[in-house]
């Protein structure tokens, strides 16, 4: 099983985006997103993490059990 920062960078992955662009999306510095990525700390406010979750699935970003995919990839 993957970790929660694991997915954040797979998801950023899918995507081609940078920590910097993400950052910017989310209104944190990169450097949160890089203490995310490495599970060094991972936002205590749960309105962050449903912000970065929502701007993913917006893009088309499906969270599964031990990863990330493609919402179309799972209907396909």
Do not use: C, D
């Amino acid at each position: 099983m993957i970790s929660q920062g694991q997915q954040l960078r797979a998801a950023r992955g899918l995507l081609n985006w940078s920590r910097p662009k993400l950052a910017e999306r989310v209104n944190i510095s990169p450097q949160s997103v890089a203490y995310w990525e490495r599970a060094s700390a991972i936002p205590r406010e749960t309105e962050t993490l449903k912000a970065v979750r929502r701007i993913f699935e917006n893009e088309g970003v499906k969270f599964i059990p031990g990863g990330v995919v493609f919402a179309s990839a799972l209907a396909a």
